[in-house]
Nanobody, 123 residues
Framework: VQLVESGGGLVQAGGSLSLSCAAS????????MGWFRQAPGKEREFVAR????????AYGDSVKGRFTIYRDNAKNTVYLQMNSLEPEDTAVYYC?????????????????WGQGTQVTVSS
């Protein structure tokens, strides 16, 4: 599975951005899809994930109520809508795929990764 993120950029605090992750090579209907982020000098942090079967979602505590993960089966794409952005959200955001049965937040369980897209939130 190849994953390609897009949609990052520079936004002011309080603004919104929408990230996309387009998958190719295999349908992502057999994977749990996740978003992670990594800021300079920090560990990779779980942001959100969506299970393809049933579409259940989970979010990191720091983004709950502000971010929404959703998918478009027909486009083989998963999205991350980010609202009320804060400077602390500044990071490289990565899309990742794990086995369909996985429902956790450990990056070690995700097999496939995109190249990342930079999100910068100015104060």
């Amino acid at each position: 599975v190849q994953l390609v993120e897009s949609g990052g950029g520079l936004v002011q605090a309080g603004g919104s951005l929408s990230l996309s992750c387009a998958a190719s090579g295999r349908t992502i209907s057999t994977y749990t899809m996740g978003w992670f982020r990594q800021a300079p000098g920090k560990e990779r942090e779980f942001v959100a994930r969506i299970r393809w079967s049933g579409g259940s979602t989970a979010y990191g505590d720091s983004v709950k109520g502000r971010f929404t993960i959703y998918r478009d089966n027909a486009k083989n794409t998963v999205y991350l809508q980010m609202n009320s952005l804060e400077p602390e959200d500044t990071a490289v955001y990565y899309c990742a795929a794990a086995a369909a049965g996985y429902s956790g937040s450990s990056p070690n369980a995700y097999t496939y990764w995109g190249q990342g897209t930079q999100v910068t939130v100015s104060s």
